[in-house]
DNA sequence: TGAAATAATGTAAACGGTTACAGTAACCGT
DNA sequence: ACGGTTACTGTAACCGTTTACATTATTTCA
């Protein structure tokens, strides 16, 4: 019979230290391997361990030793497929490295100041995807040195926080350049995502350089807003041609494969030949591209190895202090059928 | 000047206290709202705490109350777009509560007598994704009374936990009987799901049930292991039809879309004509489901809504300790042209 | 051989919150 | 006027680890 006042069930380091009769110093020791403990000892406290199955409490470890072992991923959202490879290349690097991952989404409407949900007080790292954090916390949070790695997305000025992400506006260049050059395309639709999404506006900016290096006017009615959503996009494109006297277009580039799938839709609907009467081209190559109907000519963006590489760098902070910059990864147009292309 | 000593930077309760000229014991009274304090006293503190920009530190927090406010959800793997949902429905709920969400894979290799990664010592409950955790930690786990709530899998026997999963059985009789009676399908391909696991196998007894009800026998040949994996449907599917003696078949049932996708691909690389010689459905109904080639006939599954109530169960757990038992949501089929129909 | 370095262990003070317990002042009903 | 609530606040123990510091035994080597 037990007191059992506030102590909750499970077993403690003082439970183990006394069994194995040695102090908690030691058990503590040799659970971390940081410091010697003798042959002896360290057999008789494997075999304790195992049988009394102890697990260290990880709150009043984190208290101690002043490190969660856990780093968080802030996003805007969870509302695309592109997140899958994103997540399984952070999720392995963590999962290697012996730490745990909270995800976590903050944007404009929780911001009713709130502060962000994961941080300094429940992290010992972050990785921010995009606009899951603002430039202010971005500040504030490099201003006490706080691990942090921005993923699709590079630092506000005077802030020297490491980025991954990948190119954009060359290869978007490249691939508008294709539509107009090799498929004659001359009124090309551009979806934009977020509007102050770095992607999008890069995106946009090849875009847009595009056509000044062929000869074609901006015009802005050929601006859209996607959001990168599925839906969204699909409401977009279809509002567009409802309103029968919608300016003539014969492509569609949408700034993401997830957002494609809601413009095929929409087209599809209206009883548009894809491609013959509008191509579409997309960016990401997501798993399905290859099965749209038709075939989605698009980007292929690393975003496993960017999510590893980012996550990577985050334990480089956590390890050594040093941090390298921007690293952008190249990107490369896999052609398909629904720019035209044939195979 | 101060001494630093093995003080962190950040402020603690104790400088708010000081400088709102009141106890510890105050300050965390108002910030947890679980005991009255004076009008007066709360409008100093409501300054203080957001002049110094306090944000209580978790651990700490979680040492003392015994409570992490996190959530844990435990997955095999993160290899499938229809994580994407699933991650949206439990992040919202999540998020509703004020909690944070550790995601963390477990599986068969990582088993090397580890234990999960997360648990009682790291989250107030866990979400477990069909085989996320094994028999045998479940049993442990609920033998100390640890909220859990399954996914997608229902409780091994004479264990009282809580499951949201979603009708498989029946709505694959149905579908595999539409292929048989509708499409005069009679060599119908199965491809598994990862052997164990619980949906495949519920979704092969319906298509052992269908094909018994219309007097076709079952043939073992006819299986293919895709483990719900793009690629590993893929490299199954070229290999049995790379073997030239390989067995007739006319129709193709992937246990779900992303397995499906490389099932499309390898039949499309052999040149099949889909769905004229070989009908291809899957399960799921994801997002990119109706503009696949063809349009993928499949059974929309709530997979939003499973995590969305999985994650409530789970606070209700937390909050009440009442149970809900199994809660199965059902399913619709919904036909496109890749089983042969037409629209 | 003796001093210094090294190895193995223990003691106890943090870490930053929560909360049981106790105390004081104001209020209430008779 | 007085005992009994009620509202508010403070003191200090406690949550389960890590780790600085102290201690003792052992090795190394000039």
Redesign the interface.
């Known amino acids: 019979m037990t007191t059992m006042s506030r102590r909750?069930?499970?077993v403690t380091i003082r439970d183990v230290a006394r069994k194995a009769g040695v102090s908690v110093a030691t058990v503590s020791r040799y659970i971390n391997q940081n410091a010697n403990v003798s042959p002896e000892v360290s057999e008789r406290l494997g075999l304790v361990l195992s049988e009394m199955k102890y697990?260290?409490?990880?709150?009043?470890?984190?208290?101690a030793s002043?490190k969660?072992r856990?780093i968080g991923l802030l996003l805007n959202n969870?509302?695309?497929?592109f997140?899958?490879p994103l997540?399984?290349g952070v999720?392995a690097v963590v999962?290697k490295r012996g730490y745990?991952?909270?995800?976590?989404?903050y944007h404009a409407d929780?911001r009713t100041e709130m502060?962000p949900?994961?941080?300094?007080?429940?992290t010992d790292g972050l990785l921010v995807f995009s606009d899951g954090l603002f430039d202010e916390d971005l500040v504030?949070l490099s201003a006490?040195g706080f691990p942090m790695v921005l993923v699709h997305r590079t630092p506000p000025p005077d802030l020297k926080i490491p980025s991954v992400t990948v190119e954009n506006k060359e290869i978007t260049h490249k691939l508008i350049e294709h539509l107009i050059k090799d498929h004659g395309k001359r009124r090309i639709l551009f979806m934009r995502g977020p509007v102050h999404q770095e992607d999008s506006i890069h995106r946009e900016a090849g875009y847009i350089s595009a056509l000044q290096a062929n000869g074609i006017a901006f015009d802005e009615n050929l601006i859209l807003n996607g959001d990168y959503e599925?839906d969204i996009a699909y409401q977009a494109v279809s509002k567009f041609l409802e309103n029968g006297k919608h300016v003539e277009f014969d492509a569609v580039f949408t700034g993401d494969d997830?957002a494609a799938?809601g413009v095929?839709?929409a087209l599809h609907q209206f009883g548009y030949q894809i491609p013959e009467r509008i191509a579409v081209i997309g960016f990401d190559d997501?798993?399905?591209a290859?099965?749209?109907?038709?075939?989605l000519t698009t980007v292929r963006a690393p975003t496993e190895a960017v999510g590893r590489i980012a996550t990577e760098r985050l334990f480089d902070l956590l390890d050594n202090q040093t941090s390298d910059e921007v690293t952008m990864l190249s990107t490369e147009i896999i052609f398909r059928r629904s720019c035209g292309c044939n195979n």
Do not use: C, K, M, Y
């Open positions: 909750s069930s499970s697990v260290p409490h990880a709150a009043a470890r984190n208290l002043r969660t856990v969870l509302h695309n497929d997140f899958v997540l399984n999720e999962r745990n991952l909270i995800i976590a989404t929780s502060p949900p994961i941080g300094p007080h429940n504030n006490i599925r997830d799938i095929l839709r997501l798993g399905f290859p099965f749209l109907n038709p075939p």
